[in-house]
């Protein structure tokens, strides 16, 4: 995004003033211009726009959201650990904008049915942007090509060590065809528990 440097007095919804903005090029002190929930300008702002809401950040740095790429919110049936609402809420106040949650709950996310099932508890109770693993296991290798497909699925998470029930995949053989079928994205827990 380019530094604004129209006269034309705009509008947005918020008006970030003064803070010390990260970009590629580094740290600088910027404004910044929120419409809609996007950022639309950077630069010397004051005066040339208006907004809804202001906020004064001199002295503070503004950083861009992170995406947490493992959460372990545990819900559904794990929900004394900790939910879906709660993990994401801590999540927003700690900067962390998206997050990709873990297929080692009760039951496991392994089918298209238990990938619903977590979007239908996130439905109205997330805070944040949000995806799902679906687990990679002996039980739905060969279909791992058509899951990882999925709206909303994250990729395919596999644990070589230290989980549960149809999730741990400490065989070589059961390794070898869910790397085979699994084409997007993969992330593995990859210990060897046995040595």
């Excluded at 003033?17 to 404004?31: C, F, K, S, Y």
């Excluded at 208006?50 to 493992?70: F, K, M, R, W, Y």
């Amino acid at each position: 995004m380019q530094p604004s440097n129209t006269l034309t007095r705009r509008h947005a919804d918020l008006l970030v003033l003064n803070g010390q903005v990260v970009t590629p090029a580094g740290t600088e002190r910027l404004d910044i211009a929120c419409l809609g929930g996007r950022i639309v300008a950077l630069g010397e702002l004051r005066g040339r726009w208006s907004a809804d809401n202001t906020l004064e950040a001199a002295g503070l740095h503004v950083l861009p959201g992170v995406i947490d790429t493992q959460v372990h919110f545990r819900e559904p049936g794990l929900t004394h650990k900790e939910t879906l609402e709660a993990g994401t809420r801590g999540a927003v106040l700690g900067g962390v904008t998206g997050i990709f949650e873990m297929p080692n709950t009760s039951p496991l996310t392994l089918t298209p049915a238990d990938l619903q099932t977590k979007f239908d508890l996130a439905q109205g109770r997330a805070w944040c942007d949000h995806a799902f693993y679906i687990g990679g296991s002996a039980v739905n290798a060969e279909r791992l090509a058509e899951l990882e497909q999925l709206h909303g699925c994250a990729g395919v998470k596999v644990f070589m060590g230290s989980s549960f029930g149809d999730l741990l995949s400490d065989d070589d053989a059961v390794l070898q065809r869910i790397l085979r079928h699994g084409k997007r994205r993969m992330a593995v827990h990859a210990e060897d528990e046995t040595r």
